[in-house]
């Protein structure tokens, strides 16, 4: 069975553009969230999707925004970008939406603000 | 409000010697925990989770970790490190939503 897959795995780009990123989630799983791992700020929660919906939202600006397709993959956009917004992307996939369903990792995206 | 905290940043063990990696969670109703590695460069890989029941719970790569109620903690053992354990160890909360609550993060080196 495929994990979670994350396209590209490196994205520079340049400050005040916008940066897409993908996840496809594990087969069978509706439920994708997206993270931010920033050098000395640890993981974050950013964004959570299921059934097409936003469900939650971390403390992120409005600039950072994603969506939701029918087969269930998701796009992450931030728009605008900062120096600060250079960070590791991890996108994870759940089966349900409890607390309890385990989140699983993709590889994730490096992107680097210049 | 929900935390996770790892208290050691860096630990340093010889290959084959004993680990146990700390873990501490603040949250009021049950908790669901998660132990998380991150090898330089990767995703995260589970490698175990505590929803309910046996509160010794075992995990992929023989790590295991114990859960206790009255220390808040969810420590991760393993009796004899491999050099390839070398790696960031994450500890992990489930918060309302969904949303996992992470700790700092250990790093592990491991000495041949």
């Known amino acids: 069975e495929a994990g979670v897959t994350q396209s590209p795995t490196h994205l520079i780009k340049t400050r005040g553009q916008q940066a897409?990123?993908?996840?496809?989630?594990?087969?069978?799983?509706?439920?994708?969230?997206?993270?931010?791992?920033a050098l000395g700020l640890g993981?974050?929660?950013?964004?959570?999707?299921?059934?097409?919906?936003?469900?939650?939202?971390?403390?992120?600006?409005?600039?950072?925004?994603?969506?939701?397709?029918?087969?269930y993959s998701s796009e992450l956009n931030v728009n605008a970008l900062e120096l600060e917004d250079s960070a590791l992307y991890l996108c994870a996939s759940s089966s349900?939406?409890?607390?309890?369903?385990?989140?699983?990792?993709?590889?994730?995206t490096r992107l680097l603000v210049l | 409000?929900?935390?996770v905290t790892q208290p050691d940043i860096h630990i340093t063990v010889s290959e084959g010697?004993?680990?146990?990696?700390?873990?501490?969670?603040?949250?009021?109703?049950?908790?669901?925990?998660?132990?998380?590695?991150?090898?330089?460069?990767?995703?995260?890989?589970?490698?175990?989770?505590?929803?309910?029941?046996?509160?010794?719970v075992q995990g992929i790569k023989g790590f295991e970790a114990e859960f206790k109620r009255s220390q808040s903690s969810f420590n991760l053992r393993k009796p004899s490190v491999h050099w390839s354990d070398a790696a960031e160890y994450f500890c992990a909360?489930?918060?309302?939503?969904?949303?996992?609550?992470?700790?700092?993060?250990?790093?592990?080196?491991?000495?041949?």
Do not use: M
């Open chain 1, 43 to 71: 993981l974050q929660f950013l964004l959570w999707y299921d059934e097409g919906e936003e469900r939650n939202r971390g403390n992120f600006p409005p600039r950072f925004s994603g969506r939701q397709f029918p087969n």
């Open chain 2, 93 to 112: 909360s489930a918060g309302g939503y969904n949303k996992l609550i992470f700790g700092a993060g250990t790093r592990l080196a491991v000495h041949p």
């Open chain 2, 17 to 56: 010697a004993s680990l146990e990696l700390r873990c501490n969670y603040s949250y009021g109703a049950t908790p669901y925990l998660f132990w998380y590695v991150q090898s330089p460069g990767q995703g995260l890989q589970l490698l175990l989770k505590y929803f309910s029941g046996d509160t010794l």
């Open chain 2, 1 to 3: 409000a929900q935390s």
């Open chain 1, 96 to 108: 349900r939406t409890g607390r309890q369903e385990t989140q699983y990792f993709g590889p994730g």
């Open chain 1, 20 to 37: 897409t990123l993908r996840c496809s989630p594990i087969s069978g799983h509706t439920s994708v969230y997206w993270y931010q791992q």
